[in-house]
C-alpha cells in the first residue's frame, strides 16, 4: 500500500524559509515520478512542482518558479521541497503525491495527508 | 500555460441520477503520436486527500466504481457518475498532465438534492 506521510510544515514569518519532506513507503521509490499539489484554505488544488523518477526532470507552477525547489533522494525513498522568500500567499496545506508513471507527467495515484504551512507575521 | 475551465462550479442531482461535469482545456492535450488525452479526474471529500478516478481522459482506475466514467478528446472533457450515491458527494477536479505546469480546473462541488 502507497504511503506518503509530510512533515516540516509550521507557522513562519514572510520572507523566511521552510522544507518540507516526504517520506515515501510500499512502493518502488525510485520508479515513480512525484509531485507536490497545495491546497489553501477553502480553495481548490494547486499543482506546485514535480521530478520525474530520478530528478533529472522538474517543473514549477508559475507562482513559485524561483522560490521553490523540489528535489529527491531515492536512496532515502524522501522528496524535499524547499520554500524561500515565503509569502501569505504560500499559506496552505501541501500534500505530497506520487505520479503514476517514472516521467513527470502523468496521473497522481497517491497522497499523502498533508502538511500544513502558514505564512504569517 | 494550459487553462483547465470546469462547469459547472456546483451541481446538484437526486440520488440515482446522472451527474455530469465538464472540463475544457485552453489548449488540446492530446497528443498524437500515442493518440492519449493527457487528462485526469479526482475526486475530494471534506477532509480527505485527492483520489484518483479516471486517467488518459477515459481509463477508470482499480476499484473505483463502474459508475464513473470519462469520456473526451482534445479540449473537451467529461466526467459522468450514473446513478449518483449518498457517498459521491464531493468536490470533482480535473487536472492535464500533458505539459507543465500541470494545472488543474477550480473544481466542481457536486452536492445531493
Known amino acids: 500500500e502507497v504511503q506518503l506521510v509530510e512533515s516540516g510544515g509550521g507557522l513562519v514569518q514572510p520572507g523566511r524559509s521552510l522544507r518540507l519532506s516526504c517520506a515515501a513507503s510500499?512502493?518502488?521509490?525510485?520508479?515513480?515520478?512525484m509531485h507536490w499539489v497545495r491546497q489553501a484554505p477553502g480553495k481548490g488544488l494547486e499543482w506546485v512542482s514535480g521530478?520525474?523518477?530520478?530528478?533529472?526532470?522538474?517543473a514549477y507552477a508559475d507562482s513559485v518558479k524561483g522560490r521553490f525547489t523540489i528535489s529527491r533522494d531515492n536512496a532515502k525513498n524522501s522528496l524535499y521541497l524547499q520554500m524561500d522568500s515565503l509569502g501569505v500567499e504560500d499559506t496552505a496545506l501541501y500534500y505530497c503525491?506520487?505520479?503514476?508513471?517514472?516521467?513527470?507527467?502523468?496521473?497522481?495515484?497517491?497522497w499523502g495527508k498533508g502538511t500544513t504551512v502558514t505564512v504569517s507575521s | 500555460d494550459i487553462v483547465m475551465t470546469q462547469s459547472p462550479e456546483s451541481l446538484a442531482v437526486s440520488l440515482g441520477e446522472r451527474a455530469t461535469i465538464n472540463c475544457k482545456t485552453s489548449?488540446?492535450?492530446?497528443?498524437?503520436?500515442?493518440?492519449?488525452?493527457?487528462l485526469a479526474w479526482y475526486q475530494q471529500k471534506p477532509g480527505q486527500p485527492p483520489k484518483l478516478l479516471i486517467t488518459?481522459?477515459?481509463d477508470r482506475e482499480f476499484g473505483v466504481p463502474v459508475r464513473f466514467s470519462g469520456s473526451g478528446s482534445g479540449t473537451d472533457f467529461t466526467l459522468t457518475i450514473r446513478s449518483l450515491q449518498a457517498e459521491d458527494v464531493a468536490v470533482y477536479y480535473c487536472?492535464?498532465?500533458?505539459?507543465?505546469?500541470?494545472?488543474f480546473g477550480q473544481g466542481t462541488k457536486l452536492y445531493i438534492k
Open positions: 487536472q492535464q498532465y500533458y505539459s507543465a505546469p500541470y494545472t
Open positions: 489548449q488540446s492535450v492530446l497528443y498524437t503520436s500515442n493518440k492519449k488525452n493527457y
Open positions: 510500499g512502493f518502488t521509490f525510485d520508479g515513480y515520478g
Open positions: 521530478t520525474n523518477w530520478n530528478g533529472g526532470t522538474v
Open positions: 488518459w481522459s477515459s
Open positions: 503525491a506520487k505520479g503514476l508513471l517514472s516521467l513527470i507527467g502523468a496521473g497522481l495515484d497517491g
